[in-house]
């Protein structure tokens, strides 16, 4: 009985891996070796992207024109024909306004339009020269008083036509509702009433 339980026959312990220390020890310092020749070298890459300044979108964003509107999604139409936003530079779809905002203003989608995420330091001769721009395009002298009273005029026409129209429909639904269908008085007799008016007058 002991003998079984300290001294197995028949097992085969080799499989076991022997580490040979000096082997490994090269191993080692040829990686070393080979760290070191990397640091020290350049690495052969292109020259670094340099992507142009953050600048004003020339364009309107449109979050409007499917407000309130339905659209039938299949899971086969392309990305440009789901629902929700599209993006064509990115190629991706966004599900709400928020978010596809979030997306045009964000990292990724500038770098796609090769912009950092940087603006340019604007010059005092710059911001001078963007004030005169903008004084001309606000033109003082083309808007006076005139102009202001006689669009107050229009605008109370319009207001004024849009009631009276207003009033017009009334008008015809009411002379529809008084005008009651003709009821045979057979039919009604039959039925047991007179017609459908009312006993108030």
């Known amino acids: 009985m002991s003998n079984t339980s300290n001294n197995v026959v028949g097992v085969d312990n080799t499989f076991r891996r022997k580490f040979d220390r000096e082997e490994y020890l090269e191993r080692a310092r040829e990686r070393e070796r080979q760290e070191e020749e990397g640091r020290s070298k350049p690495k052969a890459k292109g020259p670094p992207v340099q992507r142009k300044p953050l600048k004003h979108r020339d364009y309107e964003v449109d979050l409007e024109s499917r407000l309130g509107k339905t659209q039938v999604v299949t899971p086969v139409a392309p990305l440009s024909q789901q629902a929700g936003y599209y993006c064509s530079v990115c190629e991706c779809v966004v599900k709400d306004s928020a978010n596809y905002l979030d997306h045009i203003n964000g990292k990724k989608h ?29 033109d003082v002298g083309s808007f006076t008083e005139q102009d202001l009273d006689e669009r107050i005029l229009k605008q109370q026409q319009e207001e004024e036509e849009k009631k009276r129209l207003r009033r017009e429909k009334k008008k015809e639904k009411k002379e529809k509702a008084v005008e009651e269908p003709e009821i045979d008085p057979d039919v009604a007799a039959m039925m047991g009433f007179g017609g459908f008016r009312s006993s108030k007058k």
């Open 110 to 138: 500038q770098r796609a339009l090769g912009m950092s995420m940087r603006v340019e330091r604007a010059s005092l001769k710059q911001v001078q020269e963007r004030f005169e721009v903008l004084k001309k395009r606000k």
